[in-house]
């Protein structure tokens, strides 16, 4: 996956506790790993996604935790609930899982990008 990959690229430069960041915008989400002022020097590739609610927001989040919640889910789509880049980021298999309390759910809490 792209947090994985991102992840190596932190462990290959000696940064494994820096997180990587999510960019979500109108239709794309990007993720690349956080390596403070050389971060404008990597590339990612942007992966579309269907985008609801106002503005573009991004995240960091550490690597390890993220892809252990992506991978409890077993369905192919995930709707990422973001309320802002500071708040934790609820993870659901249904668009709808907010208000279906049966719905399994995984809540990841953001880290700060120091520079």
Same mark, same amino acid.
């Given at each position: ?34 390596? =403070? ?17 106002? =503005? ?18 077993? =369905? ?9 880049? =500071? ?29």
């Amino acid at each position: 996956t792209q947090i994985q990959r991102g992840a190596a690229v932190l462990a290959a430069k000696g940064h494994k506790a820096q997180p990587v960041t999510l960019a979500v915008d109108t239709d794309t989400v990007r993720v690349a790993p956080y390596l =403070g002022r050389e971060a404008q020097q990597v590339r990612t590739r942007e992966m579309p996604a269907t985008i609801t609610g106002d =503005g573009a927001v991004t995240i960091a989040v550490n690597p390890q935790f993220f892809t252990d919640a992506v991978e409890s889910f077993r =369905g192919d789509t995930l709707t990422l609930h973001i309320r802002a880049s =500071g708040k934790p980021v609820l993870i659901t298999d249904t668009p709808d899982g907010l208000s279906d309390h049966s719905e399994f759910r995984h809540l990841v809490m953001p880290q700060r990008l120091s520079s």
